[in-house]
């Protein structure tokens, strides 16, 4: 089985402090993906990356980074987190760019900021 | 443009009749077209996808969609609903744009009364 983990389920931080959010897949997946879902709105694309070292941004990317030194692992960075960045937190990945492959979810991170 | 669309954010269903929930998508591209489902404070599971092949998926746990390019739909239907049903339920949309673009939908809500 794919499995996708996240380094945590819920996490409260204060508005300007800095926040990682790690991702680990253990499928040797090229594609790497961060997704925030807010009700009503469906999974918006923050970042994805397809390559160690290599980003793209999604349709999202203000306030957010990345970084992906290693293929397992994806992390997002909030630089200073803000109250409007209080969601839940998607990690996904994925073979490579193919229009039928399908994504394996993460448990996801509910992020609140104060 | 490239879009999919819900059309109803709840469906509520008596357990043991019939479920649709209904989605269109419109794309300029060949697309493959994916269901997922979100059980409370959980990732999501991939249910079925649609890759060209047969019209009439099949998926897990007793659902099915059919493709219908004419009518640019993608319904996702069961025949008997069970309690265990209840969740989050996706459509996704995925093509090739030169580049890898994936549109999810706002997700449709479904409840399942005994």
């Known amino acids: 089985d794919v499995k996708v983990t996240q380094s945590s389920r819920y996490l409260v931080k204060r508005t300007g402090e800095k926040v990682f959010l790690e991702c680990v897949q253990d499928?040797?997946?090229?594609?790497m993906f961060w997704y925030r879902q807010d009700p009503g709105l469906g999974l918006r694309l923050i970042y994805f990356s397809y390559d160690v070292k290599m980003k793209e941004k999604g349709d999202i990317p203000e306030g957010y980074s990345v970084s992906r030194e290693k293929k397992e692992r994806f992390s997002l960075i909030l630089e200073s987190a803000s109250t409007n960045q209080t969601s839940m937190y998607l990690c996904?990945?994925?073979?490579?760019?193919?229009?039928?492959?399908?994504?394996?979810f993460g448990p996801g991170t509910r992020l609140t900021v104060t | 443009a490239q879009s999919v669309t819900q059309l109803d954010s709840h469906v509520s269903v008596s357990e043991g009749t019939p479920v649709l929930l209904r989605c269109n998508y419109s794309s300029s591209y060949s697309p493959s077209l994916f269901w997922y489902v979100q059980h409370p404070n959980k990732g999501l599971q991939l249910l079925l996808k649609?890759?060209?092949?047969?019209?009439l998926v099949k998926g897990i746990n007793g659902f099915e969609a059919e493709f219908k390019k004419s009518e640019t739909s993608f319904h996702l239907t069961k025949p008997s609903a069970h309690m265990s049903d209840a969740a989050e339920y996706f459509c996704?949309?995925?093509?090739?744009?030169?580049?890898?673009?994936?549109?999810f939908g706002a997700g449709t809500r479904l409840f399942v009364k005994a």
């Open positions: 499928m040797d997946h090229e594609n």
């Open positions: 996704v949309v995925s093509f090739n744009t030169g580049g890898f673009k994936t549109i």
């Open positions: 649609y890759t060209s092949a047969a019209t």
């Open positions: 996904a990945s994925s073979l490579p760019e193919k229009r039928t492959s399908e994504q394996y």
